[in-house]
């Protein structure tokens, strides 16, 4: 086929396929309808996130402009019928936000009449709300739905699809991060995995060692008060987002030190903090000390209790062994305990506090390195995130453990803007900038084929670290990029077809999320001159 | 010396040193000054710039509680005396902005009493405000002016010292625009190269041939109408910046083609745009055609007209061969005229819009290739904008000519965000990304020791190419990168005693100007966590 015959064909693909992430089944028809007084109705059933979703669709329904920018000259189109309501129904109220929350609809969009929505649960009403809503595009000075009638049958591949978040490099705003579940929620992610301490910061209230926030946090204005974090998991609830807490230990704790300098092994070392850590300041809990396990569970006691949701983070990535290997105290307690070593002390420590949260009911999630790179075993409920590769993919659930995916390589979308060590002029560890194409073609199921440990994975989470980001540019940092993510593990790989999505045929379905995001008030990044938005195709390499 | 007593050494820095750029000559004392309460007046003569410059600068200065983060544990300074007055005059009020106006000025703030501020020109204050305006910092409720008495003479090494800014690619509105003029303008910076047309879109108004921003600007809404230009061209004026429009000819003209197809070649060739141009869509005016060089002249006489800098630009950049010699009127044209060729085309087209041009008074300002890749010869008192490598400056300057450097390596503040054609999972051709300290590390002059030939270099302009960015992510993408420029350009690479400057050095004076940025607006990227702000040298490499 020629280009140009193509560039015919995909700019009239129908608005009712421009939906992002793409359904996993759809059918439609060749009429419009107009959509501009449309209430949304509970019939049955309600529960508050149900009530959450609708005020605020309606909301966003009723101010809906939006025109893709391939459809920029499809002028005024003439409606055959017209909808008053969207109705929508619930088999079951609860509100349990989890790995085994049904998010899936069922949605009707008639010619004319009533549009039904139905789920199992109010978070299959969320995720159908947000498709409803997409289906809506300016007509003049009215709304329309195209292509009707519509029917969707909608639920994701994966039940975690998440964004990992850091919160202690560089601060943001509560708004800020009010404004990223929202963006999550236009692209049905339902994670938010709050890496919300690490070395350079500890932005969260602590009421037990209330020291951790009052000389760990920035300042007062820059700490996430109970009152806050609790507004955050609320309104992450009523989008359908899990809100996951990581508390990373041993490693990345030096802010503790401020608190607990008693409990810490090489704080700060200078200038050679390379040796200590991945990145200044150096710090890691001293494993060697008892107090250092107290601590992790006095936090784990109190986050565990603040935190609602079932999985809890306890970190565990980049330990350093000279950090603890060159500390006079452990030297000290290794000679005086002959058949210990820094090895044995790591797994007592993992031991003890993955003990301690399994107490409280919690599963715990944790990096891959607590695997792979110590000689603890966790049992095998424990969640391991994995970050290197592909391989540790495969290793993780041929050893049994299910898998969330953050693949530097794919997922890091802090990368690509170089060092940032003021004094050396070089690239960042993990350059290159990861494109939203790149983003998109990685397959957390790569090379891996049992359909058994292909069960184990749960699914993938993009990352943010913020050496170079804060609330001032993380709209561009994360849109449309996560969307690229969000689409992969909500509709899979693959149509239902058993075809592989190509880039080049999502990218003008992306350009419409992206500019429905602008709109919505993202600012996220423009992936392409708008004329190439406007002509899908026409940029596309030969 | 340990790097722990360096850091002592750095955070004792003071502030009156954390000025960006840092003037060529400070002396400083060691007493604080009460700045609460400040009113700047004039003396002598005065000037509408001066004051427009004056109003700003008193806005920000009442409204400053700005602290550098290096300074957070500073608290609240004794003061032993008052500032009540700066007082600013100038030599001579003439307001005509070009390569020569005169920006130094001398600043004098006592330990108590009146300040003053003398310039030559009304720019002279301009750029003094700034530096003043530097100085005050919050101090509790009140502001301060910390280790007075300072001395202050200072004035720029380099005339040019600019942004590229492609307005074609992506739309940007008024408003962004002022934006980037302000922090233009917090940065010293003077000429703001608005490439405002090229081939994706023609977004400003033309009054002689209303089509092009009718067919060809994306919206009437993404139109710089007249009034919007001479808006932006006051607004830059205030701040002591010139306007240098480029009208790009013969290649990147696509949109031309949407109101004159008659005069263009290779309009939009598909699937293999790549063969015709560097990007699509492809497109060049037909050099064949006379027509095409009456457009450009009426193109010329238009917009020498709205925009008062005696510079303008022609372009001239990644013309492209094929274009032409598979054009069948080029080829027609060709074979009805023996002894020409597609060179000899070029060079009539070069020497007859440039030559026109010359009729219009100004100086013709051009990308490299005009004169290193056609067999045309600008007159010598053209302007090359260098961006394709060092050798090229070298090679400019060799020749006679006055040159600014773009050099793509180092200036080009879009590159590293990867490949942007939707179906191509690569990097982009001038991956990486250009982190501050690269940019910071590019010296125009390098490998150029006869002082006639330094003396033809004007300059430097940082670039912004639009395929990724447009006003929803542009602060973040220019800031405070192009402060880096900025600085060299400003300050020149080396101090008094001859050292040059390291980014190791500077860091902590450019975390504190991106601060300052933010607290003025610019939504700037940050460099680091806001821990290595806080702790200069602590998160340098080893």
């Given at each position: 086929m020629k280009l140009s015959a193509m560039i015919g064909f995909l700019a009239a693909l129908p608005s009712a396929l421009a939906l992002w992430p793409i359904p996993r089944t759809l059918t439609q028809g060749t009429s419009n309808t107009q959509a501009a007084l449309v209430t949304i109705n509970v019939q049955g059933n309600s529960s508050p996130v149900v009530t959450s979703a609708i005020s605020r669709y309606q909301k966003l329904i009723n101010g809906e402009s939006f025109v893709a920018p391939a459809d920029y000259k499809r002028?005024?189109?003439?409606?055959?019928?017209?909808?008053?309501?969207?109705?929508?129904?619930?088999?079951?109220?609860?509100?349990?936000?989890?790995?085994?929350?049904?998010?899936?609809?069922?949605?009707?969009?008639?010619?004319?009449?009533?549009?039904?929505?139905?789920?199992?649960?109010?978070?299959?009403?969320?995720?159908?709300?947000?498709?409803?809503?997409?289906?809506?595009?300016?007509?003049?000075?009215?709304?329309?739905?195209?292509?009707?009638?519509?029917?969707?049958?909608?639920?994701?591949?994966?039940?975690?699809?998440?964004?990992?978040?850091?919160?202690?490099?560089?601060?943001?705003?509560?708004?800020?991060?009010?404004?990223?579940?929202?963006?999550?929620?236009?692209n049905k992610m339902n994670t938010f995995h709050w890496h919300v301490v690490d070395a350079h910061s500890w932005p969260i209230e602590s009421k037990s060692i209330p020291g951790l926030h009052q000389k760990g946090a920035y300042s007062s204005s820059m700490t996430y008060y109970y009152a806050d974090v609790k507004r955050i998991i609320q309104y992450a609830k009523e989008r359908g987002i899990r809100v996951i807490p990581e508390f990373d230990v041993p490693g990345h704790t030096y802010i503790v030190g401020q608190t607990k300098p008693e409990i810490m092994s090489c704080t700060n070392k200078l200038p050679n903090?390379?040796?200590?850590?991945?990145?200044?300041?150096?710090?890691?809990?001293?494993?060697?000390?008892?107090?250092?396990?107290?601590?992790?569970?006095?936090?784990?006691?109190?986050?565990?209790?603040?935190?609602?949701?079932?999985?809890?983070?306890?970190?565990?990535?980049?330990?350093?062994?000279?950090?603890?290997?060159?500390?006079?105290?452990?030297?000290?307690?290794?000679?005086?305990?002959?058949?210990?070593?820094?090895?044995?002390?790591?797994?007592?420590?993992?031991?003890?506090?993955?003990?301690?949260?399994?107490?409280?009911?919690?599963?715990?999630?944790?990096?891959?390195?607590?695997?792979?790179?110590?000689?603890?075993?966790?049992?095998?409920?424990?969640?391991?995130?994995?970050?290197?590769?592909?391989?540790?993919?495969?290793?993780?659930?041929?050893?049994?453990?299910?898998?969330?995916?953050?693949?530097?390589?794919?997922?890091?979308?802090?990368?690509?803007?170089?060092?940032?060590?003021?004094?050396?002029?070089?690239?960042?560890?993990?350059?290159?900038?990861?494109?939203?194409?790149?983003?998109?073609?990685?397959?957390?199921?790569?090379?891996?084929?049992?359909?058994?440990?292909?069960?184990?994975?749960?699914?993938?989470?993009?990352?943010?670290?913020?050496?170079?980001?804060?609330?001032?540019?993380?709209?561009?940092?994360?849109?449309?990029?996560?969307?690229?993510m969000a689409e992969t593990a909500w509709s899979g790989k693959m149509d239902a077809s058993g075809h592989v999505r190509t880039t080049g045929e999502v990218a003008s379905r992306l350009h419409e999320q992206r500019y429905r995001m602008v709109g919505r008030g993202i600012n996220a990044e423009p992936m392409q001159p708008l004329w190439c938005a406007r002509n899908p195709g026409a940029c596309n390499l030969p």
């Open positions: 002028g005024i189109v003439k409606t055959a019928g017209s909808l008053s309501c969207l109705t929508v129904t619930i088999k079951s109220a609860d509100e349990t936000l989890g790995l085994h929350t049904d998010e899936s609809y069922t949605l009707d969009v008639p010619v004319n009449g009533t549009a039904t929505l139905k789920a199992q649960s109010p978070y299959g009403v969320v995720r159908g709300l947000e498709t409803f809503s997409q289906l809506v595009t300016g007509n003049g000075y009215s709304k329309a739905i195209l292509n009707t009638p519509i029917h969707i049958e909608d639920s994701p591949v994966y039940p975690h699809r998440g964004l990992s978040f850091d919160t202690s490099r560089n601060f943001y705003s509560v708004n800020s991060i009010l404004r990223i579940l929202d963006a999550m929620a236009y903090w390379d040796h200590f850590a991945a990145e200044p300041p150096s710090g890691q809990l001293n494993i060697a000390k008892p107090e250092s396990i107290e601590f992790t569970n006095t936090i784990i006691s109190e986050y565990t209790k603040l935190f609602p949701d079932n999985v809890f983070h306890l970190g565990g990535d980049e330990v350093n062994r000279n950090c603890w290997t060159e500390d006079p105290d452990v030297q000290k307690y290794l000679a005086a305990h002959p058949g210990e070593d820094v090895e044995s002390l790591l797994v007592n420590f993992y031991t003890k506090v993955h003990d301690y949260l399994e107490t409280t009911g919690k599963t715990a999630y944790t990096w891959e390195e607590t695997l792979f790179h110590s000689k603890y075993v966790p049992n095998n409920s424990t969640i391991l995130q994995v970050w290197i590769d592909q391989a540790s993919v495969q290793k993780a659930v041929a050893q049994g453990y299910r898998v969330v995916s953050s693949s530097y390589d794919a997922y890091y979308l802090d990368c690509g803007h170089g060092a940032w060590l003021p004094n050396w002029d070089g690239n960042s560890w993990c350059d290159p900038f990861k494109t939203w194409m790149h983003v998109y073609n990685y397959d957390v199921a790569a090379n891996i084929t049992d359909p058994a440990q292909k069960k184990l994975i749960l699914g993938t989470e993009v990352a943010l670290w913020s050496e170079q980001s804060d609330e001032h540019v993380i709209d561009g940092r994360l849109w449309p990029r996560a969307s690229a």
